[in-house]
């Protein structure tokens, strides 16, 4: 089969990597993708959000199935767009990738649905603010409606606050949408569970914690995710029960009434308190860095996953994962979350495989006349799998040295919760 790929980071080198393991798969496009996949797979230097240039690419290509790594282009409709256009196409339609696209939706869905989540209220003018802060306590969580590349989601303290950040969504800083929810805070621990969907069947894709605060001991801004590991112990059969039950299967079944059925994969972002599950925010994709954790446990043709999931038959595959924990760190580019710099040169990456077990997958990478630099704020997971979670994280850190990268930081207590 000749696939192409929608994205540039580490999840879609760690996506490309698998897909190219596979013994269905010819030709890989990526698009754009990252130093790493462009030694894997062609690079096609193109805007994915244009659409009509996308599908003659994909044409010219002959390409049999597209799979889409980012947010961004699901929430834009290109499953809807590809499909009129008779290309096969794994991800949710535009519809359900409200779920992420929009939090005010996914919260209506929750509500509709008793579905266990902070207690909130959509908010469109201050007076809808100031409505619900009467029955509320701090913190309290504002969030904007739309995507907001991870900086929509700020924990207030007190009044003054929460009426700074409203007013900056109200006049339109996130431009996807003007419209917030204000919700409760959630105490506990938060895990990321994750599903493949079809339109008749899903199935386990793995379990996995993020770090999102860019500082050590979880301190400072959020970021798009500073390291993972996967499986989250957090998550016990019990556990796993409640989260199909009260979560997953009132969502599937809300968008199958609307006919409008879920595909692809299921990013369910959890908070737990007392063994007991609520759903913080659903993404309409693997995570990222947690599909760089999860991609290398899974024991199973990735391709042959896609295949059924498009002939919606996952319920006839039995998907496998080996028995071995994993972890990723992320070296980002000085500066991260804020403003860095770009095109620094990372001269020392070939010495620092210590073994099979520790890869690195690339995300803000290129090539510049054959010179490997950074190209992005998150720029290289360095991966490794074992059977204790120290241990790996000390290979990995052995790998980071090795990089020896000056322009780059990374978190050392990445897993300090399993460790
Ligand atoms: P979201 O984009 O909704 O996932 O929010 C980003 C991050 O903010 C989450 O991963 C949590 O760490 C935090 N967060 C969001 N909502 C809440 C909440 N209601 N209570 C506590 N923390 C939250
Ligand atoms: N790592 C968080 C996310 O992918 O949204």
Same mark, same amino acid.
């Given at each position: 089969?000749?696939?192409?790929?929608?994205?540039?980071?580490?999840?879609?080198?760690?996506?490309?990597?698998?897909?190219?393991?596979?013994?269905?798969?010819?030709?890989?496009?990526?698009?754009?993708?990252?130093?790493?996949?462009?030694?894997?797979?062609?690079?096609?230097?193109?805007?994915?959000?244009?659409?009509? @240039?996308?599908?003659?690419?994909?044409? &010219? /290509? %002959? *390409?049999?199935?597209?799979?889409?790594?980012?947010?961004?282009? +699901? #929430?834009?409709?290109?499953?809807?767009?590809?499909?009129?256009?008779?290309?096969?196409?794994?991800?949710?339609?535009?519809?359900?990738?409200?779920?992420?696209?929009?939090?005010?939706?996914?919260?209506?869905?929750?509500?509709?649905?008793?579905?266990?989540?902070?207690?909130?209220?959509?908010?469109?003018?201050?007076?809808?603010?100031?409505?619900?802060?009467?029955?509320?306590?701090?913190?309290?969580?504002?969030?904007?409606?739309?995507?907001?590349?991870?900086?929509?989601?700020?924990?207030?303290?007190? @009044?003054?606050?929460?009426?700074?950040? &409203? /007013? %900056? *969504?109200?006049?339109?800083?996130?431009?996807?949408?003007?419209? +917030? #929810?204000?919700?409760?805070?959630?105490?506990?621990?938060?895990?990321?569970?994750?599903?493949?969907?079809?339109?008749?069947?899903?199935?386990?894709?793995?379990?996995?914690?993020?770090?999102?605060?860019?500082?050590?001991?979880?301190?400072?801004?959020?970021?798009?995710?500073?390291?993972?590991?996967?499986?989250?112990?957090?998550?016990?059969?019990?556990?796993?029960?409640?989260?199909?039950?009260?979560?997953?299967?009132?969502?599937?079944?809300?968008?199958?009434?609307?006919?409008?059925?879920?595909?692809?994969?299921?990013?369910?972002?959890?908070?737990?308190?007392?063994?007991?599950?609520?759903?913080?925010?659903?993404?309409?994709?693997?995570?990222?860095?947690?599909?760089?954790?999860?991609?290398?446990?899974?024991?199973?043709?990735?391709?042959?996953?896609?295949?059924?999931?498009?002939?919606?038959?996952?319920?006839?595959?039995?998907?496998?994962?080996?028995?071995?924990?994993?972890?990723?760190?992320?070296?980002?580019?000085?500066?991260?979350?804020?403003?860095?710099?770009?095109?620094?040169?990372?001269?020392?990456?070939?010495?620092?495989?210590?073994?099979?077990?520790?890869?690195?997958?690339?995300?803000?990478?290129?090539?510049?006349?054959?010179?490997?630099?950074?190209?992005?704020?998150?720029?290289?997971?360095?991966?490794?799998?074992?059977?204790?979670?120290?241990?790996?994280?000390?290979?990995?850190?052995?790998?980071?040295?090795?990089?020896?990268?000056?322009?780059?930081?990374?978190?050392?207590?990445?897993?300090?919760?399993?460790?």
């Amino acid at each position: 089969m000749n696939i192409a790929l929608i994205g540039s980071g580490g999840r879609e080198h760690a996506l490309c990597q698998k897909i190219r393991e596979s013994r269905l798969s010819k030709n890989i496009i990526c698009i754009p993708g990252n130093a790493g996949t462009a030694k894997i797979a062609k690079n096609i230097n193109l805007d994915f959000l244009n659409f009509p @240039k996308l599908l003659k690419v994909i044409k &010219s /290509n %002959e *390409i049999n199935l597209v799979i889409i790594g980012p947010e961004e282009p +699901l #929430v834009k409709g290109l499953v809807d767009f590809l499909k009129k256009h008779k290309i096969k196409v794994f991800g949710p339609n535009r519809y359900a990738a409200k779920l992420e696209g929009s939090k005010a939706f996914m919260k209506s869905i929750c509500k509709k649905n008793k579905i266990p989540t902070a207690k909130f209220k959509v908010c469109k003018t201050k007076k809808d603010v100031n409505t619900f802060l009467k029955n509320s306590n701090f913190p309290l969580v504002v969030k904007a409606d739309g995507l907001a590349a991870g900086k929509g989601v700020t924990i207030c303290k007190n @009044k003054k606050q929460i009426l700074r950040v &409203s /007013n %900056e *969504i109200f006049k339109g800083k996130f431009k996807t949408s003007k419209k +917030l #929810v204000l919700e409760e805070f959630l105490e506990g621990e938060e895990a990321s569970y994750f599903l493949i969907v079809d339109k008749k069947n899903f199935q386990f894709f793995g379990s996995a914690q993020d770090h999102k605060r860019v500082g050590e001991k979880d301190v400072g801004p959020n970021t798009g995710g500073m390291g993972a590991y996967s499986p989250a112990p957090i998550i016990n059969k019990e556990l796993e029960k409640k989260i199909i039950n009260k979560i997953v299967n009132p969502t599937l079944l809300a968008l199958k009434r609307k006919k409008k059925p879920y595909t692809g994969f299921l990013y369910v972002g959890l908070m737990i308190k007392n063994n007991e599950p609520y759903l913080i925010e659903y993404n309409v994709r693997m995570g990222d860095p947690e599909c760089q954790v999860i991609i290398p446990r899974l024991n199973t043709d990735l391709l042959k996953i896609f295949n059924s999931a498009i002939e919606n038959k996952l319920n006839k595959i039995n998907i496998k994962w080996k028995k071995l924990k994993s972890m990723t760190i992320v070296l980002c580019s000085r500066g991260y979350p804020g403003k860095y710099k770009k095109d620094k040169r990372i001269k020392h990456l070939k010495d620092s495989y210590q073994n099979k077990k520790t890869f690195i997958f690339h995300a803000g990478t290129k090539f510049v006349e054959n010179e490997l630099v950074s190209n992005g704020g998150r720029v290289l997971n360095v991966t490794s799998t074992g059977k204790v979670f120290k241990t790996i994280r000390k290979n990995i850190l052995k790998s980071i040295k090795k990089i020896n990268w000056k322009e780059g930081f990374f978190r050392k207590d990445i897993g300090w919760r399993v460790i």
